[in-house]
């Protein structure tokens, strides 16, 4: 744990080109600095952080294709970072290198209401857009658990989602066009250096290589991103079921009864728990197997219908229910899916929640089978966890719970994680559904892609030949 | 009370970047180092002693403005300010003791000549925390000498002598800035009974009213308008006579022991007033006194004391708001914005009572303030002692300010109060916007509305 891998000393023309770049007060080499910039929010980076060896925070276009160029030339790292809220380690150093933190390029340039668009910096974080366009009544829909902190230039690189993805899709279908500033230093525009039109088929579609690349094969530096209307109110039904067969069947049901949810949360029953523990008032049934919370979007008239509709539907396998379209009774509805990541810290005293093993996806219609499965498998290691996720489309978040000081319980839990991840594979899923690859699934890539991994390896050596953006991560060549 | 302790707290910190979006500092310059989240891992890794007590860190730790919004957007209610602080404190252990150089330690050794603060400059700290903040006696006799020196002649004096310019600049700025200090005569002790204005109507409560030190004496006239208020909207006020200052400035410098001392003598005196709640007008003193239970986790007589004591604790413009009946008001036509202050936001979570006071003032237009989420910068004597940084803060606190196009520029602190007089001092713009107390505000739109009745 924590060891210091000992590096040659940057050439020194390189900081001093850097200085050039950056100026003094925004080029960093302090070892304080360096510690800080080891981490991003993943259980892997607590364990191991890994120091780069130079930061750098950049606020233009030319900076970071200046900074690209150099480290080109003299064949340094260099490793894109937003607001390193990631759970993969994909924002973090492996071989040392240059930091590029780009979180100061957070200008909104543009909200183009009347075409429903934007064009933004990547350092944007997501609420921060969302407030600015909540006068013009539009949204930017993917909405990760961490829309408050995340980036969008983050967001991008991950092709991130989030509990709404069920009815608005992922970052992807929300991104229409980008600058890059490629592993040469090179800047293109994809999806039509002038355009602003809404939809194109001219040509390959480069802006959706990049994204979910996570910085491997350009750094985005402006993006032209689709807007959608924002929905006029909302409404809740929670719900309770004494198994998790019949939570699976509600959905099926509200599905085939034509509805379209805006959200669908399933919570184990140790989540019930915990969720108890931070919230009595709550009150959620604790002798149920699941909890499911649907949320329905659009105008007031059709928001009652839709709720009242859903109600029917659960009904019959429910045995517990709540609902309402009145904001602030769903606000405190909302409230038990939203206090869950934190809230099952609570599970076990002295404990931290662990993110890792967090993010597989299976195939709905498996879901009842994989949450048993999970459970046991954190039993047969000794494993406090609760289990939530976007249940319509079978993201599930596990939430292991250790004591840092328990060596014992750091291994296993480790252990675990790599079952859960196996188990995704063999339930016809996959290992990560929004977080991302970064370091710490790599090592699936070529159980999950077979020979495809050999093109996206020809892809990464013919864009990046000297292998200078994020190596280390997704299992690309190093 | 904290469910965790400092040091069980920041063990629980998964680096998830919660706290970024809401921190002043890293919002100025972007770097990790200057968010909450370094601040715990730099703190973590010293307090466990993984790496030894070095200036590099220290310098780091000491931008940290406290100001506790990271706090209130952690899920993991992880304490920042205090793990900050408890490694400050250890930091100046450790200097005293010279013991900061751990040999054999490899890391960055380049940093190991932690500066003293020199002795001199010691002593009169000790002396400020020790004689003169922990006795109201000792602090009116400053008031006094304060009312003196602006009065007698010697204020345009020594600005004409040209003596002030041997002070740093920041001290210079805040010299300027400082309110009027009313006389002596206009200073004597606060009624100890005020009943409530309307003897007709049942009271809405009875309340005590916490004077706070600095407060009573350079901003007496917000203390008189506090009680005024409290008595207008319907309560009957107690100002206990033995009450004392609440302790915030001797425990953000890490004296404990005076800070119990202080707390204890807080609590006899307001359980003596029998009342249902205890009121402050400044943020500062009301997060401290909330957390006084936190002081006494391991003296279980007292905690139970201080559990009573902290519960009752409101901000003035929350109990008004809540529980109190605002009389008739009338404003001057003027478009106002306000600035929270943080202990008052994030510690106290008064969010918006304050607002919601002033949007019902008829013929007052009420205008967010863009980024209120960011503390302004003052946070104690930051401005001193950060000058940088502290002035990057407050530019952009006034370039947002400007926007909103205001005729004044309401606040719910005295360090606030002061620190955005500076701000409109240093762009000039003194004239055209004003600074106030939002109690102030209240009251005198409450007395409009009266005189205009008659």
């Not at chain 1, 019930?272 to 604790?286: F, S, T």
């Not at chain 1, 602030?328 to 929640?353: D, H, I, S, T, Y």
């Not at chain 2, 220290?58 to 408890?86: E, F, G, N, T």
């Not at chain 2, 005024?228 to 206990?240: A, E, I, Y």
């Amino acid at each position: 744990m924590n060891e210091t891998i000992e590096r040659a000393p940057l050439d020194e023309k390189v900081i001093s080109r850097l200085r050039e770049i950056f100026g003094v007060e925004r080029l960093l080499t302090s070892q304080t600095d360096m510690m800080t910039y080891s981490y991003d929010a993943s259980f892997e980076t607590q364990l191991n952080p890994q120091k780069p060896q130079v930061a750098v925070i950049a606020l233009s276009t030319h900076e970071v294709s200046e900074c690209v160029k150099l480290a080109n030339e003299y064949k340094v790292p260099l490793y894109p970072r937003g607001a390193a809220t990631g759970q993969t380690g994909g924002a973090v150093s492996t071989k040392g290198g240059i930091m590029l933190d780009l979180s100061r390029m957070n200008r909104i340039l543009e909200i183009d209401h009347q075409n429903m668009q934007a064009i933004i910096e990547p350092g944007v974080i997501q609420n921060d857009l969302n407030l600015a366009l909540k006068p013009y009544g539009l949204q930017f829909p993917p909405d990760p658990g961490s829309a408050n902190m995340c980036t969008i230039g983050g967001m991008v690189s991950n092709n991130s989602s989030g509990l709404r993805a069920v009815k608005y899709g992922v970052t992807r279908h929300y991104v229409l066009g980008m600058e890059v500033v490629l592993p040469t230093g090179d800047v293109i525009v994809t999806g039509g250096a002038k355009s602003k039109a809404l939809k194109s088929v001219s040509g390959y579609d480069l802006a959706h290589l990049m994204i979910g690349s996570e910085g491997t094969l350009g750094i985005v530096t402006r993006l032209r991103l689709k807007l959608l209307p924002l929905p006029v109110t909302r409404g809740i039904v929670l719900c309770s079921f004494e198994r998790l067969e019949s939570a699976g069947e509600a959905v099926n049901a509200v599905f085939s009864s034509g509805l379209q949810p805006s959200a669908i949360e399933i919570m184990d029953f140790n989540c019930i728990k915990a969720v108890n523990m931070m919230k009595p008032e709550l009150n959620l049934p604790v002798d149920n197997e699941a909890v499911l919370v649907f949320e329905v979007d659009g105008a007031k008239e059709e928001v009652t219908s839709q709720v009242n509709r859903l109600k029917k539907v659960v009904e019959k396998y429910a045995t517990h229910l709540k609902f309402s379209d009145e904001p602030n009774e769903c606000e405190k509805l909302w409230q038990a899916r939203k206090l869950v990541g934190a809230a099952v810290g609570l599970l076990k005293p002295g404990g931290f929640r662990v993110y890792a093993g967090e993010d597989i996806c299976v195939p709905i219609s498996r879901l009842p089978e994989t949450l048993r499965e999970i459970h046991n498998i954190a039993e047969k290691y000794g494993i406090v966890c609760g289990i939530y996720g976007h249940v319509g489309d079978g993201n599930m978040h596990t939430g292991p719970v250790v004591n840092s000081s328990n060596e014992v319980e750091m291994e296993n839990v480790q252990k675990m994680v790599e079952e859960i991840h196996q188990l995704a594979i063999r339930m016809e899923g996959t290992t990560t559904a929004e977080h991302g690859v970064g370091i710490v699934r790599a090592k699936y890539m070529d159980v999950e892609h077979g020979p495809a991994m050999e093109v996206m390896r020809a892809i990464k050596r013919t864009l990046d030949p000297n292998n200078i953006l994020n190596p280390g991560k997704m299992a690309l060549p190093n | 009370m904290k469910v965790l302790t400092p040091e069980q707290s920041m063990m629980t910190c998964v680096r998830c970047g919660a706290c970024r979006n809401v921190c002043p500092t890293l919002n100025i310059t972007g770097r990790e180092a200057d968010g909450p989240r370094g601040r715990v891992l730099m703190a973590r890794s010293m307090l466990t002693g993984e790496i030894p007590v070095n200036q590099e860190i220290k310098d780091q730790l000491d931008r940290c403005l406290l100001c506790s919004a990271c706090v209130d957007a952690c899920p993991m209610d992880v304490q920042i300010p205090d793990i900050v602080m408890l490694a400050k404190e250890q930091i100046a252990a450790a200097t005293e003791a010279g013991t900061y150089h751990q040999p054999g330690v490899k890391l960055n050794t380049t940093h190991n000549d932690i500066k003293k603060t020199p002795a001199p400059l010691r002593s009169v700290r000790d002396f400020m925390f020790e004689k003169v903040l922990s006795d109201q006696k000792n602090l009116n006799q400053v008031g006094n000498l304060l009312w003196f020196y602006q009065k007698s002649g010697l204020q345009s004096l020594t600005r004409s002598l040209g003596i002030l310019k041997f002070f740093p600049e920041q001290m210079r700025q805040m010299e300027r800035i400082m309110p009027e200090i009313l006389p002596p005569s206009k200073r004597k002790p606060h009624m100890e009974f005020t009943p409530r204005a309307n003897r007709k109507k049942e009271p809405k409560g009875r309340v005590a009213f916490f004077q706070g030190c600095i407060m009573d004496v350079m901003f007496r006239r917000t203390n008189d308008n506090s009680i005024k208020l409290l008595s207008k909207t319907g309560f009957d006020v107690v100002t206990p006579k033995d009450q004392g200052c609440c302790g915030a400035l001797h425990h953000h410098s890490g004296k404990k022991d005076k800070t119990i001392e202080l707390a204890k003598a807080n609590i006899k005196a307001f359980e003596k007033a029998g009342v249902d709640y205890i009121i402050t007008n400044a943020g500062g003193c009301g997060a401290a006194l909330v957390e006084y239970v936190d002081l006494f986790r391991d003296d279980p007589a007292w905690l139970e004391r201080a559990k009573v004591f902290s519960s009752k604790i409101r901000d003035i413009s929350e109990i008004v708001h809540e529980k109190g009946e605002l009389p008739e008001t009338s404003g001057k036509g003027e478009r106002v914005t306000y600035q929270p202050s943080c202990h008052l936001q994030y510690v106290m979570k008064v969010k918006d009572a304050p607002v919601k006071l002033v949007k019902t003032i008829p013929n007052t237009e009420y205008m967010e303030l863009p980024d209120k989420k960011y503390c302004c910068g003052s946070a104690g004597i930051y401005n001193i002692l950060q000058p940088d940084l502290a002035n990057k803060i407050l530019d952009q606190k006034m370039e947002k300010v400007k926007q909103t196009d205001s005729a004044v520029l309401i606040t719910s602190n005295p360090g606030c109060y002061l620190q955005m007089k500076l701000g409109l001092h240093r762009e000039g713009m003194e004239a055209e916007i004003e600074t106030k107390h939002v109690v102030d505000y209240l009251v005198e739109s409450i007395e409009r509305a009266e005189k205009q009745g008659h």
